[in-house]
T-cell receptor
């Protein structure tokens, strides 16, 4: 079945620096959703991308859907300690949401 | 207050025992889901339900059972057939199943004694 791969699995970031996490698929995605899960918490919806090449911004977060709709990225600028958590991407299709394994982000103050 | 509630927050199970995890939503959502999350891992779909009295198996349904007798409730039973039940269980709901946002409950941590 459809598999969504996320890289890197872990991301250690110095506070104030930028980083990017990626979501890749071998087949075309109908859409991509991003969620954030704080340590000990539950996933919270961040954004959904549907169109080829789509870019959406939420303050310091920039989400992009690839032109071929096979990959997506999340770029965070000026990382803060509040950015700590696991970021999941997933495709909503076939009546369900298939998640990638997530990128765990740790911020060094 | 609208949202999804799960209870209990922590649950301990003895070997060979069935346990039921509660999930309730007052968002008037048609679709509900159960996921399992192991430490440091992603979310894997156990079961989902699109409407009342109907549900489908997800990717790891073996050893689990569900019911959907009411729109707002989707309890999950972890049976004794599930050999490695220790995990974090998350319930979610969405308006429908056409790619809408999923809203997650706070989760239940199940530990086997």
């Amino acid at each position: 079945g459809q598999q969504v791969m996320q890289i890197p699995q872990y991301q250690h970031v110095q506070e104030g620096e930028d980083f990017t996490t990626y979501c890749n698929s071998s087949t075309t995605l109908s859409n991509i959703q991003w969620y954030k899960q704080r340590p000990g918490g539950h996933p919270v919806f961040l954004i959904q991308l549907v169109k080829s090449g789509e870019v959406k911004k939420q303050k310091r977060l920039t989400f992009q859907f690839g032109e071929a709709k096979k990959n997506s990225s999340l770029h965070i600028t000026a990382t803060q300690t509040t950015d700590v958590g696991t970021y999941f991407c997933g495709e909503a299709a076939g009546n369900k949401l298939t998640f990638g394994g997530g990128t765990r982000v740790l911020v060094k103050p | 207050d609208g949202g999804i509630t799960q209870s209990p927050k922590y649950l301990f199970r003895k070997e060979g025992q069935n346990v039921t995890l509660s999930c309730e939503q007052n968002l008037n959502h048609d679709a509900m889901y159960w996921y399992r999350q192991d430490p440091g891992q992603g979310l894997r779909l156990i079961y989902y339900s699109q409407i009342v009295n109907d549900f489908q198996k997800g990717d790891i349904a073996e050893g689990y059972s569900v019911s959907r007798e009411k729109k707002e409730s989707f309890p999950l039973t972890v049976t004794s057939a599930q050999k490695n039940p220790t995990a974090f269980y998350l319930c979610a709901s969405s308006i429908g199943t056409a790619g809408e946002t999923q809203y997650f409950g706070p989760g239940t941590r199940l530990l086997v004694l």
